[in-house]
C-alpha cells in the first residue's frame, strides 16, 4: 500500500571512549640562548588537524606545542623561553562506531610538568586525554495517514519527538589592537603570553547566535631600552560577535561550548613607528547542540471489514534530553607560597585548569566533584631569581539539581572557568575567589514504536464466521472504542450510532452493544 512518509532525525549515543597517551620530550638549549638556571612556568596545548571516524576507532592526528619559561644562569638572571612540538598521532577505539557517525572531540592535559635535566638541556612530559563521542543519526519515517481507500479504517495518534536540530563546530575570531599605557617602555620581544576566556555568554536568536565576553590578555615583555629589564601588561578585551546559523530561534533548547582554540601575539609599530603595539589574534571553538520539541499525529493502526490489513511496526531507540543544568560554583580559599618558593612582591598573572573527579547521583541531584588547579606568576623580591611561579590545587564540590522524574536519566558534564581573581595578602599569603561555569545533560533513553507500512492479505473467513454477530461486550479497563470496534469486525460510527453514544470515551464496566458490521450487511 503506497503512504505518505515523513522523515525525522533523531540521535542515538554510541559510545564514549577516551585515550590517555604520555608526551615526552628533552629540548636542548639553542647556542644563542643561555644557560637554565631554574625552570618557572610552563606552558602546553594541543592543537588537531585530523578526526577521522572509522569502523571501531577514530584516528587522531595533530601537534603538541609546549613553551618553557625559564631563569637563566649569569648575574642579572635574566628569564629566557624555550619552545617545542611533539607530534600526535593516536587511535581511540570505540567498538561501537561506524563510518558516518556524529563525532564529539575533547581533549584535556594533565600533569604537565617542566624541568631541566642540566643547563643545557630541559625536559616536558605530560598526559594528553583525548575523549570521543560517538552519535548516529537515524533517519525516521512517520506515515500520518493512509491514502483514502474505501473500507479501510485508520486511527492516528500523537507522539512527542525530539530533534537536534544543531550539532555542529563553529570557529569564532577575536582580532584587536593593544597599546603601551602612556609611561610604559617600548617593546624589545615579547616573552610570554597568557590568554584566557572569562565571563562568556551565548545566545541564540533567529538566525543567528550571539556571543559576548572577556579575552583577558597578558604579556610579558623585554624593554627596548633596557636590555633585561622587565615589564608587563594584562588588559581585559571585552567582545561582542554574530554567528550565522539558519537553524536557531528563541524556542531551541540546548547548549554552546566557547573554548579558546588558539591565539597570537605579534609586536606591530604604531602610528608613530615605535613599538609600542601588539596584534591579537584569537580563535575559539564553538560547540552547538540545539533541540526541538515537536508533536506529530503518526498513523497508528488500520483495519479493514472487507480484507485483512497487517500493520508492521518498527521499534526506535533514541536519546530524549530533558532537560539541561546551567549553574555558577563558586571556590575560594586561601593558599600559602610553599617554603622552597621565593617570597612574592607582586602578582603578575594568573591561570587554572578545571578537572572533573567524580560525578554520583544524590538526593538533591548530581553531585559534582573535581579540582582548580591554579598557578600565579609573581615577581619575588629576591634578586637571585625575579620571576616565579607556584601551584595550587583547590578541590571543590557542587550538586546539579535533576527535574522531578528524571530517575532514568544518565548526564554529562562541561566544565569552565568563568570568573577568576586572586588576591596578594602578604609575602608569602593569598586569597583566591573563582566561579565555576557548570552545565550538565541530562538524557534517557527512550523507545518509539511506529507503524512503517500496511500489508494486505484476502479476508480470514474462517475467523469472521467464528465471531457472533451480536453481543453485549463489557468495557475493560484502559479499552477503547477504536479496540472493541476492530475486534468485532464493525467501526466507531456504527457502534455510536447504535448505543447513542454522543463522545467516544467508554468507562470501565460499560455495557456496549455490538453488532458485526458484515452480518449486518
Known amino acids: 500500500m503506497d503512504l505518505e512518509r515523513r522523515y525525522v532525525t533523531l540521535n542515538r549515543r554510541r559510545g564514549r571512549a577516551l585515550s590517555q597517551i604520555t608526551l615526552e620530550e628533552d629540548l636542548n638549549v639553542p647556542d644563542q640562548k643561555p644557560d637554565i638556571f631554574r625552570v618557572i612556568h610552563k606552558q602546553g596545548e594541543f592543537h588537531p588537524d585530523e578526526i577521522k571516524g572509522e569502523t571501531g576507532k577514530v584516528k ?40 558516518g557517525d556524529l563525532l564529539d572531540f575533547h581533549w584535556e592535559m594533565e600533569d604537565l610538568h617542566a624541568s631541566a635535566v642540566h643547563s643545557r638541556k630541559a625536559n616536558i612530559k605530560c598526559v594528553l586525554v583525548l575523549t570521543v563521542e560517538a552519535m548516529k543519526e537515524q533517519p525516521i519515517p512517520l506515515v500520518g495517514s493512509s491514502p483514502e481507500e474505501e473500507d479501510l479504517y485508520v486511527q492516528t ?57 572577556e579575552l583577558v590578555v597578558f604579556f610579558l615583555y623585554e624593554c627596548e631600552d633596557e636590555p633585561g629589564r622587565l615589564q608587563w601588561l594584562e588588559q581585559g578585551i ?11 530561534h528563541t524556542d531551541l533548547a540546548g547548549k554552546a561550548e566557547l ?27 564553538l560547540l552547538l547542540r540545539y533541540f526541538e520539541e515537536q508533536t506529530s499525529d503518526v498513523l497508528c493502526d488500520a483495519y479493514s471489514l472487507t480484507r485483512e490489513v497487517l500493520p508492521k511496526r518498527q521499534q526506535y531507540e533514541w536519546d ?25 612582591m607582586q602578582i603578575l598573572n594568573t591561570g587554572a585548569q578545571v578537572h572533573l573527579e567524580h560525578t554520583e547521583r544524590s538526593d538533591q541531584g548530581v ?27 583547590v578541590p571543590f564540590e557542587h550538586t546539579a539539581e535533576l527535574q522531578e522524574g528524571s530517575s532514568r536519566c544518565e548526564w554529562q558534564v562541561f566544565l569552565c572557568m568563568d570568573q577568576l581573581m586572586v588576591t596578594m595578602l602578604d609575602a608569602q599569603e593569598l586569597e583566591m ?41 463489557i468495557v475493560q479497563p484502559g479499552e477503547t472504542l477504536w479496540d472493541i470496534s476492530k475486534a468485532h469486525a464493525t467501526t466507531c460510527e456504527a457502534v455510536m450510532e447504535l448505543n447513542e453514544l454522543k463522545e467516544e470515551e467508554l468507562k470501565s464496566g460499560q455495557k456496549v452493544l455490538m453488532v458485526k458490521e458484515i452480518a449486518r450487511s
Open 60 to 99: 587522531v592526528r595533530g601537534v603538541f606545542l609546549y613553551r618553557i619559561l625559564y631563569i637563566s644562569e649569569g648575574e642579572n638572571r635574566v628569564p629566557e623561553v624555550l619552545e617545542g612540538s611533539i607530534p600526535v598521532d593516536e587511535m581511540v577505539f570505540l567498538n561501537e562506531l561506524e563510518e
Open 157 to 213: 495518534c500523537p507522539v512527542r519527538l525530539q530533534q537536534e536540530v544543531i550539532h555542529k563546530k563553529d570557529t569564532l575570531r577575536i582580532r584587536e589592537e593593544m597599546n603601551l599605557p602612556p609611561g610604559r617602555p617600548n617593546i624589545r620581544r615579547i616573552l610570554w603570553k597568557e590568554m584566557r576566556l572569562q565571563g562568556t555568554e551565548i545566545r541564540q536568536e533567529e538566525g543567528r547566535l550571539l556571543a559576548k565576553g
Open 238 to 248: 571585552p567582545f561582542h560577535q554574530e554567528v550565522e546559523c539558519e537553524a536557531c
Open 259 to 285: 573554548t579558546l582554540l588558539r591565539s597570537e601575539l605579534e609586536l606591530q609599530a604604531d602610528y608613530d613607528g615605535e613599538p609600542r603595539m601588539v596584534r591579537i589574534d584569537a580563535v575559539c571553538d
Open 320 to 344: 530524549y534530553v530533558r532537560s539541561l543544568s546551567d549553574s555558577r560554583a563558586r571556590v575560594s580559599g586561601r593558599l600559602k607560597l610553599k617554603d622552597t618558593d621565593p617570597k612574592m
Open 367 to 393: 553531585l559534582i566533584q573535581g579540582t582548580v588547579e591554579l598557578w600565579i606568576l609573581y615577581a619575588s623580591a629576591e634578586d637571585a631569581q625575579p620571576l616565579a611561579c607556584t601551584v595550587h590545587t
Open 433 to 473: 575567589k573563582a566561579v565555576l561555569q557548570i552545565q550538565v545533560l541530562f538524557c534517557e533513553t527512550e523507545r518509539l514504536e511506529l507503524v512503517e507500512d500496511l500489508e494486505e492479505e484476502p479476508l480470514n473467513m474462517e475467523r469472521i464466521r467464528q465471531m457472533p454477530g451480536m453481543v453485549i461486550h
